[in-house]
């Protein structure tokens, strides 16, 4: 199946700095969402996004849905140790989803 | 309001066996997706039940099943299985099968020796 192009693929950084991953489509959705996955556990929803253009928080995160319906990006303001994990992006026709490969955040104290 | 659990979390089994996993959606959602996750491959989608009907799916042999019962639970069935089958198996749910939100279970995380 169709699989999104998300970047970086990993990334190490130090408590108190700020984060960004985005994901890129061929094809346009109806729907973005942000996941993030724990070892051994199951992805959690952390944000969705519905139409082009949007910019949505949820607490430290930051979530937009590109213009172009093709892409969205996830920043993560301040990070502490607990944002450690793998972070998923997903597009939605409604129909399907489709998933981004990950981003492994490790966060240095 | 509970997540939506899997059954059993962990399980080992022998080449040729079969395996038969468990999901139970949020309460009040209707559709129920397998999903399969491996290091290499990453997600990737199984089928979606909605209303007890497969109304999704992916590229897998027949080899994998399911099915969903009138209360919306849901199980996967894998027969003769192989040691690439290794993975962990995630379940979905939605609201309905037009709902774009979709949260996923903890995981059944099978090893096949």
């Known amino acids: 199946g169709q699989q999104l192009n998300q970047s970086p693929q990993s990334m190490f950084i130090q408590e108190g700095e700020d984060v960004s991953m985005n994901c890129t489509s061929s094809?346009?959705?109806?729907?973005w969402l942000w996941y993030k996955q724990d070892p051994g556990e199951g992805p959690v929803l952390l944000i969705a996004?519905?139409?082009?253009?949007e910019l949505t928080s949820n607490g430290r995160l930051t979530a937009q849905f590109g213009i172009t319906r093709k892409d969205s990006f996830l920043n993560i303001s301040a990070s502490i140790p607990s944002d450690v994990g793998i972070y998923f992006c997903?597009?939605?026709?409604?129909?399907?989803?489709?998933f981004g490969t990950g981003t492994s955040l490790t966060v240095i104290p | 309001k509970a997540g939506v659990t899997q059954t059993p979390r962990y399980l080992i089994k022998t080449r040729g066996q079969q395996v038969t996993l468990s999901c139970s959606p949020i309460?009040?959602?209707?559709?129920v997706s397998w999903y399969q996750q491996t290091p290499g491959q990453g997600l990737q989608f199984l089928f979606e039940?909605?209303?007890?009907?497969?109304?999704n799916k992916g590229n897998f042999p027949g080899r994998f099943s399911g099915r969903q019962f009138s209360n919306s639970r849901s199980e996967m069935n894998v027969s003769t299985l192989e040691l690439g089958d290794s993975a962990l198996y995630l379940c979905?749910?939605?609201?309905?099968?037009?709902?774009?939100?979709?949260?996923f279970g903890p995981g059944t995380r099978l090893t096949v020796t």
């Open positions: 979905a749910s939605r609201r309905a099968q037009s709902s774009y939100e979709q949260y």
């Open positions: 094809s346009i959705f109806n729907t």
């Open positions: 996004l519905y139409k082009a253009g």
């Open positions: 997903a597009g939605s026709t409604g129909n399907q989803f489709y």
């Open positions: 309460s009040g959602h209707r559709s």
């Open positions: 039940y909605f209303s007890e009907t497969q109304r």
